[in-house]
Nanobody, 121 residues
Framework: QVQLVESGGGLVQAGGSLRLSCVAS????????MGWYRRAPGKQRELVAV???????NSADSVKGRFTISRDNAKNTVYLQMNSLKPEDTAVYYC???????????????WGQGTQVTVSS
């Protein structure tokens, strides 16, 4: 069993910063990509940023230049540094990871429970 636990969400004023963390634990042989998604009220879930095991990153145009994704492979942890936050960044942020639990098993998708980020104007 693999668990993803997020932390770092909260309430912040526009222009402020937050740092989200997500730790993967359990039976883990290897992790491929890790990433962050978000779901705003009344909207579908969308990709925020993703990072490969080798460190290559990709992010949504709406957060480029403001959000930075990073990971610590030794700690099975992914981070999202969010700067210059805007009210439209308000959403529940979900951590995602592609995890292989044995050397011969394929990568499976795992999700965290979500952490609320609220940006006030």
């Amino acid at each position: 069993q693999v668990q993803l636990v997020e932390s770092g969400g909260g309430l912040v004023q526009a222009g402020g910063s937050l740092r989200l963390s997500c730790v993967a634990s359990g039976i883990i042989f290897s992790i491929n990509s890790m990433g962050w998604y978000r779901r705003a009220p009344g909207k579908q879930r969308e990709l925020v940023a993703v990072i490969s095991s080798g460190g290559s990153t990709n992010s949504a145009d709406s957060v480029k230049g403001r959000f930075t994704i990073s990971r610590d492979n030794a700690k099975n942890t992914v981070y999202l540094q969010m700067n210059s936050l805007k009210p439209e960044d308000t959403a529940v942020y979900y951590c995602h990871a592609e995890v292989r639990v044995t050397p011969i098993r394929k990568f499976d998708d795992y999700w965290g429970q979500g952490t609320q980020v609220t940006v006030s104007s």
